[in-house]
């Protein structure tokens, strides 16, 4: 499994159901369900599923990143690239962050063992009996 690392302001957001995407200059390949984990500290958040990623202009790019008080830098390139848009559908907030030992990482993804899930769903079930 993969994980996505998000800018935690961002993330919450998308956690929280008021964004259900998240922007980046790059595309990706990636498709299916994922972690959606904080950058700073690498805990997973959350999990989601990724099932498209759509090309978007500069102006719709800085429109998402400025929803809210965190501010990315103007890009001196802006309007001359494309940016994207990483659709997530079945988006779910765990309720204990979860700690992930990282195999691969690098700026964008990280490689996650399947164990992650299978405490997340432990969690969730817990949760959902005692509810």
């Known amino acids: 499994m993969y994980g996505l690392l998000i800018n935690r302001l961002y993330l919450e957001e998308i956690l929280d159901g008021r964004k259900d995407c998240d922007a980046r200059p790059f595309p990706t390949d990636r498709r299916g369900r994922i972690a959606l984990l904080d950058n700073k500290s690498l805990k997973v958040l959350g999990f989601a599923d990724l099932v498209r990623v759509e090309v978007t202009d500069y102006a719709h790019y800085r429109a ?31 309720a204990t962050p979860l700690t992930v030992p990282t195999y691969s990482r ?3 993804w990280v490689f996650i063992d399947d164990r992650v899930r299978r405490q997340a769903t432990v969690q969730k079930g817990i949760a959902d009996f005692l509810s």
Do not use: E, F, K, S
């Open 106 to 108: 690098d700026h964008v």
């Open 64 to 94: 998402w990143q400025t929803t809210m008080r965190y501010q990315i830098p103007l890009d001196p390139l802006g309007d001359r690239r494309a940016y994207y848009l990483y659709r997530l559908r079945n988006v779910t907030r765990i």
